[in-house]
């Protein structure tokens, strides 16, 4: 047997596993394309980019420009992080055409998520940047102001299309994307972008529902034939159609620390086209198996990429383990056992996530977690969650209902889900889950679905890196 650490709350579950199971640890056992340096790729991806011509040709004096960026939940924080380094030379090429200062405006394309708070912001955009723009120069997207939003009414695939008001009648749309593996789609940036950070809960349930997510193409993760992704492009078009104009794109393909590995800029879907091939280099990383993994196994930290409480939250807890089947799923067994370790304590955090208990109490009047959409203007429409997300720093109410289509990914694919270290577990069975008390007991009990030796695939530290996903030769 060997023992391997896996995330567990707040430190470190220790297990063990049989010497013959596979640990795949993100950041030691793939390579990274190389690290460029972010500021000669970006001015050089600016002096040619895709599809489009370059800024100085787009705007000049009088002009106005929104450049949209990234919420705090992906990007990274670091000196040489995308965000952080592309936004100033975007401002000075722009000043360089004529562009005012007073004529340039900032906005938080957080979509559903919470609005960030200033030192969030002073985080990871560096307070150059936020004391330059702050407070009337740099906002957050409000996806319930009523008077914020422009209505193109419906694509041709039928989905709801709408978007920021001061996105919409700007001059010039520049949106700042990372292009990282994402279980929804396949790579954020591009399309997505906008899409899910601009719009609103009425245009995002189109795709972030069960009828796109529980449909075969939606896993193993991919861009080509996944329904999710023709939506992300056929509503952006959309957008762009309606603004009669452009976005123009500055996105950058990141590593496993978040780190710059190249920057493309331009058009939408020449972006798109071009970021990918490298992303698909970074992303996928292909085993050289046999055969497909009967179990998955993981931990989950109290915090991670959603905010404080995200392995904790029932509904979060599930969605991230649908997100990891998702991106693992070309080489695990479908019907196959999850094993992930939870504190499951039943902390919500209700102050970041105030939608999602009563969202969890509706789950357990359902047969199916499908049929949770019998509950969305209800829940979406509640006036005390439109508030908390406006005006007090709390996820969209949709949100929850969104993370719970994901969770339903996790239950269709799977013959058991165990929960060992769950503290509280009825949270868990809630769920679909099984709590168990230790991983042993987890690893016995997942004998009466694969088997006395099944291949096993251990995945630490999963959700602190940006991840990646497995593929076979």
């Avoid at 955009?125 to 102001?145: C, T």
């Amino acid at each position: 047997m060997q023992e391997v650490l896996i995330e567990y709350g707040d430190g470190k579950m220790p297990i063990e596993v049989p010497d013959t199971a596979t640990v795949f640890q993100v950041g030691r056992d793939n390579v990274d394309p190389p690290e460029v340096d972010p500021w000669e790729a970006t001015r050089k991806a600016l002096a040619n980019p895709l599809g489009m011509p370059p800024l100085h040709r787009l705007v000049k004096k009088g002009s106005k420009v929104v450049i949209a960026f990234p919420d705090r939940v992906k990007g990274g924080a670091h000196p040489r992080a995308h965000r952080r380094v592309c936004i100033p030379i975007i401002v000075e090429e722009l000043k360089k055409a004529g562009v005012e200062d007073k004529d340039i405006k900032l906005i938080c394309a957080m979509g559903l998520h919470r609005k960030n708070t200033k030192e969030e912001l002073y985080w990871y955009l560096g307070r150059e940047i936020v004391d330059a723009f702050w407070p009337d120069r740099l906002v957050m997207h409000d996806a319930e102001d009523p008077e914020g939003i422009v209505e193109y009414g419906y694509d041709e695939m039928g989905n709801v299309v709408n978007v920021n008001r001061e996105v919409a009648e700007a001059d010039l749309a520049i949106m700042i994307g990372h292009v990282q593996g994402n279980p929804y789609g396949g790579y954020s940036g591009g399309y997505k972008m906008c899409v899910t950070g601009i719009t609103t809960w009425r245009s995002i349930r189109c795709h972030h529902c069960p009828d796109t997510m529980h449909r075969d193409d939606f896993i193993p993760v991919n861009t080509e034939k996944s329904l999710m992704r023709r939506q992300f492009d056929s509503i952006g078009q959309a957008i762009e159609k309606g603004m009669g104009k452009k976005f123009f794109c500055v996105d950058a393909v990141t590593g496993t620390n978040s780190q710059v590995l190249g920057v493309y800029a331009g058009a939408a879907k020449e972006v798109q086209e071009a970021s990918w091939q490298l992303a698909e280099r970074r992303t996928n990383v292909y085993l050289d198996i046999k055969d497909k993994f009967d179990i998955m196994v993981f931990g989950l930290p109290r915090t991670f990429h959603y905010g404080p409480g995200m392995g904790t939250n029932p509904i979060l807890m599930l969605q991230a383990i649908g997100a990891n089947l998702a991106r693992n799923y070309d080489v695990f067994n479908d019907g196959g056992v999850i094993i992930a370790a939870s504190l499951c304590d039943g902390w919500f955090n209700d102050e970041w996530f105030p939608s999602y208990r009563k969202v969890f109490h509706k789950l357990q009047e359902v047969a199916d977690f499908a049929e949770a959409v019998r509950f969305e203007d209800e829940i979406a429409y509640d006036p005390e969650y439109i508030y908390k997300y406006r005006y007090a720093y709390g996820y969209h109410p949709f949100h929850a209902l969104s993370m719970v289509s994901m969770g339903g990914v996790a239950l269709k694919h799977t013959s058991a889900i165990f929960i060992p270290g769950a503290r509280k577990p009825g949270y868990a069975r809630a769920m679909g889950c099984i709590p168990t008390n230790t991983f042993a007991d987890a690893l016995k009990q997942a004998e009466k679905y694969v088997g006395k030796n099944p291949r096993i695939l251990v995945l630490p530290e999963t959700f602190l890196k940006v991840a990646v996903h497995l593929k076979r030769k």
